[in-house]
């Protein structure tokens, strides 16, 4: 069964300063996305990610893949205060037909 | 917005009750999923409709039942109510099957979700 791990589950980082966020997952898979979470609030798109070495960027996050690692990145540059929110990664479980969400990484950005 | 309409919004109801969520896609899509999410159990996969079939399942209770409709509406039924059924539960829609070949860059646009209280 598809399983899909994040780490750090919980991130406190000071506004300016650089950081990763990882997903992993247990089974192959071409189709990996990223999304926010505001406290409440709904999950909204971020990236979508196709294929192996895929790379996408919005503002001061970056997204990658790597589907023979089965690991994908969300890198976070110079952080601010408006980018606290959970950030979930999902995987297409192929013939599954399902999209299994990681555990989530709790972002707080200290001014 | 994200064109996927949740309703209602909040409900709270006593255990052993049964209610049923109504989620409404994005116009032109013809896929459905369900999910849960509760602080212990994360976000968790229930079921899946395509074009008004089941097309995958999670770890959905026995308790519980949803189905599409054919204007693709989807309703999710929950019965027999325990407080552990408090959660926050989103529906999401996209124009295919995120699993089928040919899915391209389709992504699942989730509503608002429904706070379910059960006291």
């Known amino acids: 069964e598809l399983k899909v791990e994040q ?3 919980f991130l406190s980082m000071q506004e300016g300063k650089n950081y990763t966020i990882y997903c992993n997952y247990s089974t192959t898979s071409d189709r990996l ?18 294929s192996n070495g ?19 990145t969300l890198h976070i540059t110079a952080a601010v205060h408006d980018l606290s929110a959970t950030y979930f990664c999902a995987v297409d479980g192929g013939a599954t037909n399902k999209l299994i969400f990681g555990t989530g990484t709790l972002l707080a950005v200290q001014p | ?25 994005r ?11 509760s602080l212990d159990q994360g976000l968790q996969f229930l079921i899946q ?14 308790r519980f039942s949803a189905q599409q409709f054919p204007d693709l509406h989807s309703e999710l039924n ?42």
């Open chain 1, 33 to 50: 996305y990223w999304y926010r979470q505001d406290p409440g609030k709904s999950l909204e798109s971020l990236f979508v990610l196709l």
């Open chain 1, 54 to 72: 895929a790379v996408k960027q919005e503002g001061r996050l970056m997204a990658s893949l790597d589907t023979k690692a089965r690991l994908s």
């Open chain 1, 7 to 9: 780490n750090p589950l």
């Open chain 2, 27 to 37: 116009s032109g899509d013809l896929s459905v999923y369900w999910y849960q999410q």
């Open chain 2, 49 to 62: 409709y395509y074009n008004g079939e089941e097309r995958a399942k999670g770890n959905i209770l026995e």
């Open chain 2, 78 to 119: 929950l019965s027999s109510l325990e407080l552990g059924d408090s959660a926050l539960y989103f529906c999401a829609s996209s124009v295919e099957g995120i699993s089928l070949p040919g899915a391209g860059d389709t992504e699942a646009f989730f509503g608002q979700g429904t706070r379910l209280t059960v006291v």
């Open chain 2, 1 to 25: 917005d994200s064109g996927v309409t949740q309703t209602p919004k909040h409900l709270i109801t006593a255990t052993g009750q049964r209610v049923t969520l109504r989620c409404s896609p």
